[in-house]
């Protein structure tokens, strides 16, 4: 079991940055996992948003994102963040931290989610 810790969600207005951060919130090393962020708008269903291989050397954004949000990690401080960037109202979301084998869009293959922070942005 991998126990999923995210920070850095808040209230921002249009145009402006936050960064999510995710941990895992026991002994466990992400350096083996995939990673990546999923976002629920209320009243709507779970989508990818980003996802980064275990070494860091692929990285795959939805399309409503490129060029706004970069995804990164730290294997040596068992950290995975999202730097999210002008950021519009269409953004709010709760954001969910997870793990997979292999980078993916597809939530059924998720392994592990984190239990979600909300991002919300004001016009």
């Known amino acids: 079991q991998v126990h999923l810790v995210e920070s850095g969600g808040g209230l921002v207005q249009a145009g402006g940055s936050l960064r999510l951060s995710c941990a895992p919130g026991?002994?466990?090393?992400?350096?083996?996992?995939?990673m990546g962020w999923f976002r629920q708008p209320l009243g709507k269903g779970r989508e990818f948003v980003a996802g980064i291989s275990p070494s860091g050397g692929f990285v795959k954004y939805t399309d409503a994102v490129k060029g706004r949000f970069t995804i990164s990690r730290d294997n040596d401080k068992n950290t995975m963040a999202l730097q999210m960037n002008r950021l519009q109202p269409e953004d709010t979301a709760v954001y969910y931290c997870?793990?997979?084998?292999?980078?993916?869009?597809?939530?059924?293959?998720?392994?592990?989610w984190g239990q979600g922070i909300q991002v919300s942005v004001a016009s």
């Open positions: 997870v793990v997979s084998r292999i980078v993916t869009t597809n939530g059924d293959e998720i392994d592990y």
């Open positions: 026991g002994p466990t090393v992400i350096g083996g996992y995939a």
